[in-house]
């Protein structure tokens, strides 16, 4: 079935250090792609998205290109900031049309200045 | 204009008791969706709505779950007879249409059942 692994967490990096968080789906056809994140204390909220094969989202500096060949959607982001710090989901929208988002396990991210 | 709403934000409830949760969505969007957040099991979908119709259930984990839309809008999700295990967040979302636009989540309900 559909399916979201994403890299298991906690991951602390130093203030301006290079974040890469991994992603990679298993589907059906060729669904939407998305990064959600949440804030601490806050709710869920759509960081970036992709809608097709080689189609790259980006957002506040982070990146994340939808590759086909290898089923990815890898988070990348050239300096985190301590105002990064959050958990962060992969997601696809599922083969049955109906919407529903499926969600990677989550990555929490700290960022020390 | 005011985002996804959810109330209450915080219910504590002794095992066995009912709870309902209200969903607010943005004004205009027809779809709506609801999502249980836990340790043990991450982020799960339980049910979607297009307009006032939730063409599939199978999503919700039991049949203590149910829930209803109203006049397009007010989304309520029931829980019965609730467990230990039915504690979590519970998650509200709505888009424009279903498998159209962003889905704007709410604050969320923290279910913690005694």
């Known amino acids: 079935g559909d399916s979201v692994t994403q890299m298991e967490g906690p991951v602390t990096l130093s203030e301006e250090a290079f974040l890469t968080i991994n992603c990679t789906y298993t589907a059906t056809g060729y669904p939407s792609l998305f990064w959600y994140v949440q804030y601490p204390g806050e709710g869920l909220q759509l960081l970036l998205k992709a809608t097709k094969a080689d189609d790259k989202g980006s957002n506040k500096g982070f990146e994340a290109t939808y590759r086909k060949e290898t089923t990815s959607f890898h988070l990348e982001k050239g300096s985190v900031q301590v105002s990064d710090s959050a958990v962060y989901f992969c997601?696809?929208?599922?083969?049955?049309?109906?919407?529903?988002?499926?969600f990677g396990q989550g990555t929490t991210l700290q960022v020390k200045p | 204009g005011a985002g996804v709403s959810q109330s209450p934000s915080n219910k504590v409830t002794e095992k066995g008791k009912d709870v309902e949760l209200r969903c607010d969505p943005i004004s205009g969007h027809t779809a709506l969706y609801w999502y249980r957040q836990s340790l043990g099991q991450g982020l799960e979908f339980l049910i979607y709505?297009?307009?006032?119709?939730?063409?599939?259930k199978s999503g919700l984990p039991s049949d203590r779950f149910s829930a209803e839309r109203t006049g397009g809008s007010v989304s309520t999700l029931t829980i019965q007879r609730t467990q230990q295990e039915d504690s979590a967040v519970y998650l509200c979302?709505?888009?424009?249409?279903?498998?159209?636009?962003?889905?704007?989540f709410g604050p969320g309900t923290r279910l913690t059942v005694t």
């Open positions: 709505f297009q307009g006032n119709s939730a063409p599939d």
């Open positions: 979302a709505s888009s424009l249409e279903l498998l159209v636009g962003e889905q704007y």
């Open positions: 997601a696809q929208h599922g083969s049955s049309n109906t919407g529903k988002l499926i």
